[in-house]
């Protein structure tokens, strides 16, 4: 029986250890340059305390729970609303992007997306909201707040995702995405027209925001 080369068994090692390597600066190129890095200081689990006076008076104080990264150098924030305890949401991801001047709702209950232009009234800059979560991370809850409503009406199909920008094109790619426009004027929701809409309840503010989302009728 012939003895196995000593070369060739160099060679094997030098080829496994060569592709070892390889695995390993593949992982972190991935984990950090594709998979976007965020401070720890710059997560957030959050926990508020709100009454809907208006909407639903007789349910007392309501919590609303959200976790919220805070991307400083790429002026954008990223919202995740699990499913609510006590229902009356939809669990969502939402991603305000201030260099464009959107804003994506991810509702997950139905796993659409949902476009439409920034509300700065509503929602604070990635700066402002940062100072304001570190100013009351000490504590578990929120000081008590309120809640008011926005109501959005679906206007089209979205069909070139690339133009939302790397951010809202990773949240909303694959997925059915769509055009929301505000209503000019707060219309009453009749009955039969309520199961066309659906609700996403979230904060990035120091009030918490009911989005209503409807369906052209």
Request: overall charge positive.
């Amino acid at each position: 029986m012939k003895p196995f080369p000593t070369g060739l068994c160099c060679l094997a090692f030098g080829l496994a250890v060569f592709l070892l390597g390889l695995v390993l600066a593949s992982v972190f190129i991935y984990r950090h340059y594709y998979i976007p890095q965020i401070p720890e200081d710059s997560l957030f689990h959050c926990r508020v305390i709100f009454e809907d006076s208006v909407y639903a008076p007789l349910r007392g104080r309501q919590e609303l729970e959200e976790n919220v990264g805070i991307y400083l150098e790429d002026n954008y924030e990223q919202i995740s609303v699990p499913v609510p305890r006590f229902g009356g949401s939809d669990p969502a991801d939402i991603i305000h992007d201030f260099q464009r001047g959107l804003t994506a709702y991810h509702d997950i209950a139905l796993d659409k997306c949902y476009i439409t232009e920034l509300n700065t009234t509503l929602v604070m800059p990635p700066r402002n909201l940062w100072e304001l979560l570190v100013n009351v991370k000490r504590g578990t809850y929120l000081p008590q707040t309120y809640i008011i409503q926005e109501e959005m009406v679906v206007t089209g199909r979205v069909r070139n995702m690339r133009q939302l920008g790397p951010f809202i094109h990773r949240l909303c790619y694959g997925r059915e995405t769509y055009r929301l426009r505000r209503r000019s004027q707060r219309q009453r929701i009749e009955r039969r027209e309520t199961k066309k809409c659906h609700n996403i309840r979230h904060f990035e503010n120091t009030f918490v925001v009911e989005t209503v989302i409807c369906d052209r009728f």
